[in-house]
């Protein structure tokens, strides 16, 4: 649920809100940017919706909290050049097994968006085309982004061998 202020300043989050109440838990403003906090299982919901309403996606990353639950942060920035309004839809997902629903049905430029989180973060996106890794090599063990990530990484040869 929104706030009064929110509802009342930011005619998008209303209309959200409006087309299902249970979508977003949360929202915020900072320096005049909405945040909304949208439970997992509606972000493809959402995102269809903000498209709907003439959002486009510029980017996808995450947040590692660690170590508090949710440990992880799913940041999706949407937005609209008719309008002039830019929006973060955030979701959190747990720690133990972190996953979230695909949305490159919606926007075909996620793909990239949601590999990147997933190499780096190890957040899984479910009905992924060809979720690969896209930023280390194939033979990487771990997600380097984590903060619990080992301080010194992983060394490799250049034949993709762990070296000392």
Same mark, same amino acid.
Not at 84 to 89: M, V
């Given at each position: 649920?929104? #706030?009064?202020?929110?509802?009342? %300043? +930011?005619? &998008?989050?209303?209309?959200?809100?409006? @087309?299902?109440?249970?979508?977003?838990?949360?929202? &915020?403003?900072? @320096?005049?940017?909405?945040?909304? +906090?949208?439970?997992?299982?509606?972000?493809?919901?959402?995102?269809? /919706?903000?498209?709907? #309403?003439? $959002?486009?996606?510029?980017?996808?990353?995450?947040?590692?909290?660690?170590?508090?639950?949710?440990? /992880?942060?799913?940041?999706? /920035?949407?937005? #609209?050049?008719?309008?002039?309004?830019?929006?973060?839809?955030?979701?959190?997902?747990?720690?133990?097994?972190?996953?979230?629903?695909?949305?490159?049905?919606?926007?075909?430029?996620? %793909?990239?968006?949601?590999?990147?989180?997933?190499?780096? $973060?190890?957040?899984? /996106?479910?009905?992924?085309?060809?979720?690969?890794?896209?930023?280390?090599?194939? &033979?990487?063990?771990?997600? =380097?982004?984590?903060?619990?990530? =080992?301080?010194?990484?992983?060394?490799? #040869?250049?034949?993709?061998?762990?070296?000392?």
């Amino acid at each position: 649920m929104i #706030s009064d202020e929110v509802r009342q %300043n +930011y005619p &998008t989050a209303a209309a959200i809100e409006d @087309q299902n109440g249970s979508w977003i838990a949360g929202g &915020t403003v900072y @320096q005049g940017q909405l945040a909304l +906090y949208i439970e997992p299982a509606a972000i493809l919901d959402v995102c269809r /919706f903000m498209k709907g #309403s003439g $959002f486009r996606l510029s980017g996808i990353t995450g947040v590692d909290w660690y170590p508090l639950e949710p440990r /992880f942060e799913v940041v999706y /920035f949407l937005h #609209s050049l008719e309008r002039n309004e830019r929006i973060r839809l955030k979701c959190k997902v747990g720690g133990e097994r972190p996953e979230l629903e695909s949305v490159t049905s919606v926007w075909e430029g996620a %793909n990239w968006y949601e590999r990147e989180t997933w190499d780096l $973060f190890g957040v899984r /996106f479910n009905n992924h085309p060809n979720l690969d890794r896209i930023m280390m090599p194939d &033979t990487w063990e771990g997600h =380097p982004l984590r903060k619990d990530f =080992p301080v010194h990484g992983h060394r490799y #040869s250049y034949a993709g061998e762990e070296t000392t």
